[in-house]
């Protein structure tokens, strides 16, 4: 039985052989007997081996291998830092993307039309009346904090948000405020299929998940498009 430190490397060596095969367009058999050391003995009569029997067989490696491979602890230690990985990229986006965007509205005093209905009440503590009309308008800066990390799981993140403005003859002032930040379901959406793409792009992780998986995909896809083609 192959050892679970083999399976990935296992799938990716078997789906190359099929996607090589029909690359270079040779015969599935004749690369079985060289991989193989498969030969005929002298004077014996050629096996000839149905092309259908072949692709067969390869389609029932592929799963088998496919199936231990899913179930191999290399995949669940992978996944679960991938998606650890993907929360953490979550936190960064909801920071750098989000909050900026909300400090940008809470500055210039609109919000679009698709922004969480909730959000009109931390203007109203960042921005308070009182201090929008003693500052004879709205403020020159704001900034955002979470505090903590951002998860995906949550609608909405405590945060720290500060409000100044410049000096206009009755002095500069500040407003810092601890409140909560909601974000819409789109908005969320997107964010998470960033982090997603961008782990699948730069972790170590999707190294273990996704290569072997698109290999595995492509050689099947190969095998049953090549059985059929036997078949008729």
């Known amino acids: ?16 052989v099929v996607i090589g095969v029909a690359w ?12 193989f050391s498969i030969k005929s003995a ?7 081996v149905s092309d259908w029997k072949v692709w067969v067989a390869a389609l029932a490696m592929l799963a088998y291998m496919a199936w231990r491979y899913r179930w191999s602890d290399e995949v669940e230690k992978a996944s679960a830092l991938f998606q650890g990985s993907v929360i ?3 936190g960064v986006l909801f920071q750098r ?13 609109t919000y679009p039309k698709s922004a969480h209905p909730q959000m009109v009440v931390l203007y109203n503590q960042v921005v308070p009346q009182v201090l929008f009309e003693q500052m004879g308008g709205r403020p020159d800066f704001v900034s955002i904090k979470v505090r903590g990390a951002a998860t995906p799981s949550n609608g909405n993140e405590n945060v720290e948000a500060s409000a100044d403005w410049k000096d206009k003859g009755s002095g500069a002032r500040a407003n810092t405020v601890q409140g909560s930040v909601y974000i819409d379901v789109p908005r969320q959406r997107r964010l998470i299929w960033r982090a997603r793409a961008h782990t699948m792009v730069n972790s170590k992780e999707s190294m273990s998940l996704m290569w072997p998986v698109m290999f595995g995909v492509s ?14």
């Open 1 to 16: 039985m192959d050892d679970d430190d083999k399976i990935r490397r296992n799938l990716i060596v078997t789906s190359a």
């Open 24 to 35: 270079f367009d040779v015969s599935l058999p004749d690369v079985l007997e060289r991989l």
């Open 42 to 48: 002298a004077g014996a009569q050629t096996v000839q």
């Open 88 to 90: 953490t990229r979550y």
């Open 97 to 109: 993307v989000y909050l900026r965007e909300v400090a940008k509205w809470i500055r210039i005093g």
């Open 219 to 232: 050689a099947v896809a190969i095998a049953v498009y090549k059985l059929v083609a036997s078949l008729i």
